[in-house]
Nanobody
Framework: QVQLVESGGGLVQAGGSLRLSCAASGSIFSINAMGWYRQAPGKQRELVATITSSKSTMYADSVKGRFTVSRDNAKHTVYLQMNSLIPEDTAVYYC???????????????WGQGTQVTVSS
């Protein structure tokens, strides 16, 4: 099994910054893509940013130029640096990884428990 533990959420004023972390643990054989999604109240979960195993990145238009996704393959950790935060960024942020385990050499999606990010105006 694979477990994901997120950290770094909180309350910040508009214009501020936060850094989210998501560490994967368990019997991991390999990790492919890693990324972040968010879900605001009353809205569907949406993609924020992804990063491949070769560290190619993709961002939602709404966060381009403000957010940066990165990963540390040795630590099985993905990060999301969020700068110039605006109230519209308020949401629960979930990390997602595509990973295979030692026992099952197939890629599955795994999700973190979510961390609240609140941006006040």
């Amino acid at each position: 099994q694979v477990q994901l533990v997120e950290s770094g959420g909180g309350l910040v004023q508009a214009g501020g910054s936060l850094r989210l972390s998501c560490a994967a643990s368990g019997s991991i054989f390999s990790i492919n893509a890693m990324g972040w999604y968010r879900q605001a109240p009353g809205k569907q979960r949406e993609l924020v940013a992804t990063i491949t195993s070769s560290k190619s990145t993709m961002y939602a238009d709404s966060v381009k130029g403000r957010f940066t996704v990165s990963r540390d393959n040795a630590k099985h950790t993905v990060y999301l640096q969020m700068n110039s935060l605006i109230p519209e960024d308020t949401a629960v942020y979930y990390c997602n990884i595509q990973a295979s385990t030692v026992a099952l050499r197939r890629l599955y999606d795994y999700w973190g428990q979510g961390t609240q990010v609140t941006v006040s105006s």
